[in-house]
């Protein structure tokens, strides 16, 4: 229920009241979601897997497939994906602090992974439908750091002391 929560407002950014309400959620329900979301981007890759013939590995069983596409795509696919995502939040700390904003790393974080939502789900889709290579990939990127920019504007200025 969580989950689901949390995917109707990724859809709904940068909205506002998405934004803040997402704020609320924690840390460990972004980094699961997180992990459900490129499972999802995953599964077009799976399927092209177990359907084409003739490549090494195809004549394996099944089991061992699944395997062998969860260390070999799943697992670095993952850890490149969270790894861009901090350095794309990494520099929106910079953003935020010559904006004079007052956010910290987890918040846009969090911000990051919630908002790579429509990139990563308009993938899976076209990935379905047509072949299309990974670089796409490299657009969810673009996209995430925009509206990360975005969102950052929304928040408050520091207050002078």
Do not use: E
Not at 70 to 93: C, D, E, K
Not at 115 to 141: E, H, M, N, R
Request: net charge positive; glycine share 2%.
């Amino acid at each position: 229920m969580v989950f689901w929560k949390t995917f109707l407002h990724s859809l709904q950014l940068p909205s506002k009241n998405a934004m803040f309400k997402l704020n609320r959620t924690g840390m460990d329900i972004a980094v699961l979601y997180m992990f459900m979301l490129l499972l999802l981007v995953s599964v077009p890759s799976l399927i092209d897997r177990l359907t084409t013939t003739g490549q090494p590995g195809s004549d394996l069983n099944l089991l061992f497939l699944l395997i062998y596409f969860f260390i070999f795509y799943y697992l670095p696919m993952t850890v490149i994906v969270f790894l861009l995502l901090s350095f794309v939040a990494y520099i929106g700390t910079w953003i935020a602090k010559f904006m004079q904003r007052k956010l910290k790393f987890p918040l846009l974080f969090k911000m990051c992974a919630y908002i790579s939502t429509v990139p990563f789900i308009l993938y899976t889709i076209v990935a379905i439908l047509f072949p299309i290579d990974d670089t796409f990939l490299w657009f969810a990127l673009l996209y995430t750091f925009i509206f990360l920019v975005k969102m950052i504007t929304v928040y408050p200025k520091r207050r002078v002391r």
